[in-house]
């Protein structure tokens, strides 16, 4: 028995051996026809298919019933943006592109953020967004604190979007403070800065907006361009405006202007409002064959807050004269623009005047397109930064908030711009501040 028993044992071994190795390769085998599944599967989806139309024939043609399974699946890869709105209008104002093609469109340095107006595609549960961007208007529309989430995850950035003048449109409800994370605004200290100008340098690289720009500029002689450029010009000024009110001739002492331009037989032409209309070839082609200078008024005197009016000049041959509260030495080439609170109105009269009549002089303010170009930026250049801001793990992991965000977004005296006018009860004034105190 002993010799029969020690006989057979070579050959049990031998079957546990081949045994464990047969289960051995069949494991390996299956683990890597999983992973290439998935790894197959994550690619396709990832590659084509951006919008949420586009997911739900990915459901259907995958055979996947339960939309929950491929949120499970795909969301720790893709950086899901909610944009907040209680109507179309105020996602309009944001929203051009749904799913990944903003990103894809405008060649992000990351591309792996989906965007959307939808609430439900994540769990039917806008908690489990990465971040929710709230358009400004939303906060001084009627009644609209109270379509504001009623529940956050501490690791969502809420995002403040805001292109409108602050002083102009401030906000005054308490429920801001400490509610935003990042901004996204034309304003300098914004976590997304986003100017509504560019100005570039001849290579394409962006040399302002910036806080500390140095600019180019020197003395040369005159030209054939600029003997062109000044042939046709025999008015002073144009002015187009959008919206009409004898506000804003006080307000800048227009008025006053006027009455001194006179004096030198000059004239300040209003396009828009009164008897004027440009002309069959538009008021762009107007400006750049019959005016030297160009009234940029943009209808604000916010801080950082310059917009596309001052193109108006620089695309059509003219010098503008800029108005507003911005540092526009931060915005605009050195000694290309006339800034209107320098002067009084009989001086900047006279200034003009002297420019004109001295066409060296006058055409020394294009010095700058030596080496610059001034265009319209990108205005939705910000979903990159989102997007890198987003993928950037120290950021997105620190948390913190705007603590005194009313006062941040409008420098001024809320008192001033929030208390409504004309209150005289003590119940009315009381009920508002409980609502706007800390000013």
Known sequence: LFNRRGANEPTKMYLVSRTETFAKLFFIVSFTGLFMYVALAFYSFHTAYTTVSQIGKFQENSKIKNYDAVVERFEKDLKYILVWSSNSEQAETLLQYEGQEAFI?????????????????????????????????????????????????????????????????????????????????????????????????LVGNVVAPNRNVIWKNDLRTSTKSDAVRVSTKTKAVAWVMDKCGPKIYTMFGLTKLRKALKQ????????????????????????????????????????????????KAYLNDAVPIVVGGADFTRFLPENSYINYHFYTEDKLAAYLHYTITNPAVYNAFFNWKKYYTVNKADEFKGYCDLCKLLNDKKKFNTFSTYENFRSWWYYGSLKDKCLPKGTTKLSEITAYLNETVRF
């Open 105 to 201: 469109e405008r060649d992000c340095p990351e591309i792996n953020c989906y965007i959307t107006t939808n609430k439900t595609i994540l769990n039917d549960d806008y908690v489990n967004f990465d971040a929710i961007v709230f358009n400004m208007s939303i906060f001084w529309q009627p009644g609209g604190f109270s379509k504001l989430p009623e529940r956050r995850a501490k690791r969502q950035k809420y995002v403040f979007y805001g292109m409108l003048p602050s002083d102009s449109h401030p906000i005054c409800n308490l429920r801001v403070e400490n509610f935003f994370n990042w901004t996204w605004t034309y304003k300098f200290y914004s976590d997304i800065y986003s100017p509504f100008i560019e100005v570039k340098n």
């Open 264 to 311: 030198f037989n000059l004239t300040l032409d209003v396009y828009g409002c009164g008897n004027l209309n440009c002309p069959e070839g538009g008021c762009a082609e107007a400006i750049q064959k019959e005016y030297y200078f160009y009234f940029a008024y943009d209808g604000s005197m916010a801080e950082d807050y310059v917009t596309t009016e001052v193109l």
